[in-house]
């Protein structure tokens, strides 16, 4: 991507980094070489070269700056102390680029009793093996390695973070799962996946006066709210099924202990997604998972428990609601896919710890900035034109083409069209994720 230094300029001029370098002591005194814009603008630019040595960064900031400035100049700028400058920057990239200031019809009809909407997720990123003991993983053909894992905290009304942290692979997403207490208000609502299942967070959440949504979790022990006799979910599925019922929703309490009081509401898929979910299950990578009978058959079933009323939500607007998540998941789709930053990490030898956290921060901020917001605009403006999703990497190419176009534009939609015409994803025999989620969140099933 060959991108003129003067558009990225503008773009994060927006950000007032000098303002922020100066409130986060980046800068302590007048007259440095090294601005915080220059500082961001320069790293951008190393990005965009394919490069991530110290040496051609402080080639692109003198050429940005037109001063001599050495890589040790460069060095004493990646010292732990400049670390809470470059999360505050990330912090304006996902302000400024996510909030488009539009919600969906769907989005306000489903969260309107809700004050925010929480959603969190991680992704695993490889860094070099000299860190290891700063973000320790796996072995890999008896060598350490090491793996940085990203835990994200968004609301999905405004598309702003309200929790970034960069920890190690061991650092697995249950034991994040209760870094969303803190933030948590009345009336705020979570969204969980499975990875963040905790029955003892779920009741500090509920006793915060906040919701939560989460897929169930197969194994868990389930009792009837009103008789407390324990429920054989399967057989109560199976009667449903018999019946021609296709949705299940009614009141139980979770656990041995039966501490938890929530809806527990099962809705039927459809036969090609429950083939999929199968699919997808037994070629799990983990070979030491030896998954049920009764899991693969509850498989049939897209089964949720939540504390929001029958009075707020429906039993269909429960699985819409879910399929909200999916918006966290671009995010992390784009900062891997395409524009794969893991891969300014993969050939290096050593790094120190504070440097590859400034990295994260500043990369994740770069495709936050040039393309996370724009891959969202579309997908969802492409669908409703043309029932066709667009491919991730065919609009990162788009992009690299039409970047001055999209940078500049007061009206995205003129773009549509051509996004359209030359993004479209392939057509496949089995239905991606994002094909899944469209086509659940507008036929209502999941």
Not at 21 to 39: M, P, V
Not at 246 to 267: H, N, P, Q, Y
């Amino acid at each position: 991507m060959k991108l003129e230094s003067s558009k990225i300029k503008s773009r994060i001029a927006k950000l007032e980094l000098n303002t922020g370098a100066k409130s986060t002591d980046f800068i302590k005194r007048a007259g440095g070489k090294i601005d915080g814009e220059s500082f961001v603008l320069s790293f951008f630019l190393m990005v965009l070269s394919g490069t991530n040595t110290v040496s051609t960064w402080a080639m692109f900031l003198c050429k940005v700056t037109g001063k001599t400035i050495t890589a040790q100049a460069i060095q004493k700028k990646l010292q732990f102390r400049q670390l809470k400058f470059a999360g505050w920057i990330l912090a304006q990239s996902l302000h400024k680029s996510l909030n488009t200031n539009e919600v969906s019809e769907l989005s306000s009809k489903l969260f309107s009793a809700f004050k925010r909407v929480f959603t969190q997720d991680s992704t695993c990123v490889k860094v070099p093996s000299n860190l290891s003991e700063f973000f320790p993983s796996s072995y890999s053909h008896g060598k350490t390695t090491a793996t940085a894992r990203i835990q994200l905290i968004m609301d999905l009304l405004t598309g702003t973070y309200q929790h970034l942290s960069v920890n190690s692979f061991r650092d697995n997403d249950q034991k994040a799962s209760k870094d969303i207490l803190p933030y948590l208000q009345e009336k705020d609502l979570v969204l969980r996946d499975l990875g963040y299942w905790s029955l003892q967070i779920f009741q500090q959440i509920i006793e915060k006066g906040a919701y939560l949504l989460s897929r169930y979790k197969s194994g868990v022990t389930v009792f009837d709210s009103q008789t407390g006799e324990e429920l054989d979910l399967l057989c109560k599925l199976k009667l449903a099924k018999s019946k021609n019922i296709s949705k299940l929703d009614m009141r139980v309490r979770l656990g041995k202990k039966k501490s938890i009081e929530v809806r527990l509401v099962a809705i039927e898929l459809p036969e090609d997604v429950v083939n999929e979910r199968r699919r997808k299950v037994k070629q799990d990578r983990n070979k030491r998972t030896n998954h049920s009978k009764e899991y693969l058959e509850l498989l049939r079933w897209c089964i949720f428990i939540t504390n929001v009323e029958e009075e707020i939500w429906t039993t269909e607007q429960v699985a819409q609601a879910y399929q909200m998540r999916w918006r966290i998941e671009i995010i992390f789709k784009c900062w891997k896919s395409k524009f794969n930053f893991a891969h300014l990490f993969k050939n290096k030898q050593s790094m120190t710890p504070a440097r590859a956290l400034i990295s994260f921060y500043l990369l994740l901020a770069f495709l936050t900035l040039f393309f996370v917001r724009w891959y969202d605009y579309f997908l969802d403006k492409v669908y409703q034109t043309t029932g066709r999703i667009i491919s991730l990497f065919k609009f990162a190419d788009f992009v690299k083409i039409f970047f001055d176009e999209l940078t500049q534009s007061n009206d995205l939609s003129v773009l549509v069209k051509n996004v359209a015409s030359f993004c479209k994803q392939d057509k496949r025999r089995r239905l991606s994720q994002l094909e899944l989620f469209y086509k659940t969140e507008h036929q209502l099933i999941i």
